[in-house]
C-alpha cells in the first residue's frame, strides 16, 4: 500500500512539473521535507536499525526529486511547450 502511494506521488509530481515547472518546486520540496523528517526520526534506532529504518524515506525521497526533475527536463526538451516556439522559430530568424 506504502509503495503504491509513493507511486502515485511520483506520477503527481511529475506531471505537475511537467505542466507547471516552477510551480512543482513547492509541493517537491513538501514531500522531499515529509521524507526527509521520517528519515531524521529512524535514524534515531540504535546501532543498524537505524540505517534499516532510514533508508526506505531516503529512497522514496530520491525517487520523488527525480520524478519532478524528469518532468521539467522533458517540458524543455519538448519544442511546442517553449514559449520561444522551438526550433522552427529560430530558424525562421536566421533566414
Known sequence: MLI???III???LFLLAL???LLSRGPQRGVGRAFGAGARTGRKAPGPLGWLFSKPF???R???DKSGGAGRS???R???WNKSGGSASRNRLHS
Open 74 to 76: 522533458l517540458r524543455n
Open 78 to 80: 519538448l519544442h511546442f
Open 4 to 6: 503504491i502511494a509513493i
Open 62 to 64: 530520491t525517487a520523488t
Open 19 to 21: 505542466a507547471f515547472p
Open 10 to 12: 511520483c506520477v503527481v
Open 58 to 60: 531516503s529512497t522514496s
